[in-house]
């Protein structure tokens, strides 16, 4: 079974400083992989997703993504964090098994907290 | 566009209990599915319903189960409640599901405490 390993379940940062949010995953077959990110009391919105090509994804609020498959991860990264980074931020593999069945697993979240 | 609604927003139940929890999905979004979310266990995915029939299902007892409706709108249903089940409930809806890699639009979640 796949399994998501978000090494770090708590990250804090100073304000304007860069941040790297680190995934491994463990399936060698072809998967799909996304970053979704939670605000308090809300639901999960998608940060940014590798499919194929380029290994490095861009996506929204300045967040990017390196797929690494040799080293089987899908860091997360920003260049300069601001106050309403303030989330928490799951990593997620989406991996097909066969015909019509796949697998959506979520690992354990990292909470970044932005200090001001 | 209204987002996806997840109804009631809080429960208390007892153990033993069973409880039905709602889902409306995006207008068109014919994929609902549902996730368990726990502080201990993070995010797991349960079951996932496209036009009325199950499609895939997680690791989870048969106390939890599901049904679409013909307006993809879906219920989840946890019977003979546990303790453990106390979690946030989320669901979250797409156009073509989880088979496509297509973007989830999440709900708020319920939030399900079990006495």
């Known amino acids: 079974a796949q399994s998501v390993t978000q090494l770090d379940s708590q990250v804090p940062v100073f304000e304007e400083a860069p941040v790297e949010l680190r995934c491994n995953y463990s399936s060698s077959v072809s998967v799909y992989l996304f970053w979704y990110v939670q605000y308090p009391n809300q639901g999960l919105q998608l940060l940014l997703k590798y499919l194929s090509g380029s290994t490095l994804v861009k996506g929204i609020n300045g967040f990017e993504a390196e797929f690494n498959k040799s080293q089987t991860s899908f860091h997360l990264r920003k260049p300069s964090v601001h106050i309403s980074d303030t989330a928490e931020y799951f990593c997620a593999v989406s991996e097909h098994l066969r015909a019509g069945s796949y697998q959506l697993t979520f690992g354990k979240g990292t909470k970044l907290s932005v200090i001001p | ?115």
């Open chain 2, 1 to 115: 566009k209204a987002g996806v609604t997840q109804t009631p927003r809080y429960l208390i139940k007892t153990r033993g209990q069973q409880v039905t929890l709602s889902c409306s999905p995006i207008s068109g979004h014919r994929s609902v599915s549902w996730y368990q979310q726990t502080p201990g266990q993070g995010l797991q995915f349960l079951f996932e319903y496209f036009s009325e029939t199950q499609r895939n299902k997680g690791n989870f007892p048969g106390r939890f189960s599901g049904r679409q409706f013909s307006n993809s709108r879906s219920e989840m249903n946890v019977s003979t409640l546990e303790l453990g089940d106390s979690a946030l409930y989320l669901c979250a809806s797409s156009l073509t599901g989880l088979a496509t890699n297509e973007k989830l639009f999440f709900g708020s979640g319920t939030q399900l405490s079990v006495l």
